[in-house]
């Protein structure tokens, strides 16, 4: 069973959720593997039942896509919430997304929820896509781009990682934004027995021990 997803395997989310999906596939007597490709390719093969599933979309992510992806079931069982942010290399203040439209705003291609948002907001001529979050990042602080908007946790890691992003900052944190799995239909049976393990392992502390661990090693780094 191979799951794909548009972030490398060692930020933060995949390295929460897959130890996740991992246990509750192994419960389930079946060997978990995750992989990672480019955001719309992700979805390419995870759609067309190439690979197996998504390893994390939003909740809405049908809605937001448009339903163009009628192949991917949700797994019925909350992963991880994640905050959306923008960051910059200027302070602004702003009360809601229209007041970004004199902004030119980058984003990373394939995350279907910002371009919903963005599109609904902002001039299409101020919405720049890049190919990936540290390509929208190194954009910002090369001048090419006003505003970046991303999640909050990885722009932080973003920045922590790499020196010549110095000059950028988080100004504002957003709403949260709850992810889950996504399945092949093709595996229909499988997700509500996948989500009904990871309920399991809610109740029973496994799912809180492993968010803790993962949380306490990226901390330690």
Same mark, same amino acid.
């Given at each position: ?59 809405? =992510? ?31 203040? =702003? ?39 540290? &390509? ?84 330690? &780094?």
């Amino acid at each position: 069973m191979t799951f794909s997803g548009g972030q490398p395997l060692n930020q933060y989310q995949p390295s929460i959720i897959v130890p996740i999906l991992t246990e509750a596939f192994k419960r389930n007597g079946i060997k978990f593997n995750a992989v990672h490709h480019p955001s719309l390719r992700s979805l390419l093969y995870s759609s067309t039942g190439t690979l197996d599933g998504e390893l994390h979309r939003v909740y809405n =992510f049908h809605k937001v896509s448009g339903n163009k992806y009628p192949g991917l079931i949700r797994i019925e069982s909350e992963l991880l919430t994640i905050w959306l942010a923008v960051f910059a290399t200027k302070k602004i203040t =702003f009360a809601s997304w229209t007041d970004l439209r004199e902004y030119k705003v980058c984003y990373a291609r394939g995350k279907k929820i910002l371009e919903k948002i963005l599109s609904q907001h902002l001039p299409k001529e101020q919405i720049v896509t890049a190919d990936n979050d540290t &390509h929208a990042v190194k954009m910002l602080s090369e001048g090419l781009v006003d505003l970046v908007v991303s999640e909050s946790r990885l722009g932080d890691d973003l920045l922590e990682i790499h020196s010549e992003f110095s000059n950028i900052t988080k100004v504002q944190q957003l709403h949260p934004i709850r992810m889950y799995s996504y399945i092949h239909k093709k595996h229909l049976q499988l997700a509500t027995l996948i989500a009904e393990t990871l309920e399991q392992m809610k109740k029973d502390g496994s799912f809180a021990k492993i968010v803790g661990a993962i949380d306490k090693s990226i901390n330690l &780094h």
